[in-house]
């Protein structure tokens, strides 16, 4: 289930948020410590201002609520919620039986027992939750993972406690997989916002229902994703998944922040993960994790698909071809024949690469020279300093952007400020966030012709794509 987290101060005001997100929910969980003074009175009302099952909740301020009343006056407006039909009450590991637990029980309401760790995960995790489930009660545990291994142990309760009815929830942003592969985890439900997460790292209902149907997901489901850091600003998932669905294949794309790549391949390998895409800082560190690369790994030295083959990771560089997809035309006409390459870093390697594969004569401008005197040794190519950029006005055919200067939020740096365009270049920003970066508006100030990062960004995908399904990317897709 998606489990709608309400945070309205009223009544009304959850209703409405009921209503919008009905399509993309099955419950909601109605916060009444967020509710204003005078609504907690009308509580008992709200189960039937719904057309979904409600969780009730009135969370402390010690578990990440508002609550800041005493124990006594927290029982008492839980005790008159219950008036109303709820479906579920969450009470606290902590909260021995009380008159609360016993008036949920003889009204058939399912208790929630809940416990919340905002440091991390602790020791003790398994058999907690052991202890929480053993009245017939849901156990809910809310905690911290702070590294990769950490979301794989909560991966692993699934495995461990198969027959407890349990919700498993990893707060912040590392926790991100586990919410949205919660069935993965053996969640019977996971928390999703209206858009403003109430807790860290929640996602919105509308996301988890339309882009991953994490609803969908079991144990058959093929799981692919992108491992960077960071990552979460990746458009990826909203190439793939549409994609997946398109071709009716059961599979699900999700982001994974990394902090160390061995730790993920255990995670890769405990999921069956068929592929996954690499981001920085992975491109290479990656490379020794692989039983195979691909010829243009071997040469561009970076991998930016990894596929499982049977027995092992075989991996692929997409990037180079999806650089060089949308002017290709130009080079096999001869409308470029020459090219000022900024930036050495990882993707500027695969770019050269794929120029000089081509024919074209690069140049490559960086701000560390030793840089991009080892990207020109490997491709037999010129290489100066950044500084020096002006040299080359007029002598290129086409301009290449591959630094992260410019990048979302600093829209208005350049890293070659002052060049000027003579009219006649094509000038390809490799940056795709955003579209139009200070370079590419000076560029078209000057009447060249443009290429975004999005393009470079797409077609790596759909090759990509064609790697892990083994099919074309489908036409007409609405992402
Ligand atoms: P990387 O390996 O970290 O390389 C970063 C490059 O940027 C290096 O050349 C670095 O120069 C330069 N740089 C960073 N800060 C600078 C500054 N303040 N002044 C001058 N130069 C600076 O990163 P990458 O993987 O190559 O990615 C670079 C960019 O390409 C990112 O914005 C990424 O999002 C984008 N990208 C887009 C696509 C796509 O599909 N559209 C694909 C891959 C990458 P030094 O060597 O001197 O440090």
Known sequence: MICLTLSGSTLEENAGLVRSNRDYIDIAELRVDLLDEEEQKRVSLFPAMVDVPVILTLRRIQDGGRCSLSERQRR??????????????????????????????????????????????????????????????????AVTPHSISDVLTLFRISDELKDVEKIIIGMGE??????????????????????????????????????????????????????????????????????????????????????????????????????????????????MFLGRISREVKQIGSCNTVVRVPGMWKGFNTDYYGFLSPILKDIDSGRIKSALVIGAGGASKAIVWALRNRGVKVT??????????????????????????????????LVVQTTSVGLYPDFDLNPIEGFRFTGHEIVYDIIYKPRMTKLLTEAAAAGCTLHYGEEMLLEQGKLQFEMFTGYHYPKGIDR
């Open 174 to 287: 590392w926790g991100i997989p586990t919410r949205i592969l919660y069935r993965r985890c053996g969640s019977m439900l996971t928390f999703a916002s209206d858009g403003d997460a109430v807790a860290p790292g929640q996602i919105s209902a509308k996301e988890l229902k339309t882009l991953y149907h994490a609803d969908r997901v079991t144990d058959r489901t093929a799981i692919y994703g992108i491992i960077g850091n960071p990552v979460y600003h990746s458009t990826s998932p909203q190439i793939h998944n549409p994609g997946f669905r398109a071709i009716n294949y059961d599979a699900i794309y999700l982001p994974f922040l990394v902090d160390n790549i061995r730790s993920f391949f255990s995670l890769a390998e405990y999921l069956r993960m068929r592929g996954f895409s690499v981001t920085i800082p992975y491109k290479t560190q990656v490379l």
């Open 76 to 141: 008492h407006i839980l005790m008159e919620a219950l008036e109303g039909e709820f479906a579920y009450v969450d009470i606290e590991e902590d909260i021995k039986r009380t008159e609360v637990e016993s008036k949920a029980r003889a009204k058939g309401v399912r208790i929630i027992r809940s416990f919340h760790d905002f440091e991390g995960i602790p020791e003790d995790i398994y058999s907690r939750i052991y202890r929480l489930s053993e009245r017939g009660d849901i156990a809910k545990a």
């Open 364 to 397: 490559i401008l960086n701000r560390t020279l030793s840089r991009a005197a080892d990207i020109a040794a490997l491709n037999l190519c010129e290489f100066d300093t950044l500084e020096n950029a002006r040299k080359y006005e007029g002598t290129v055919d």
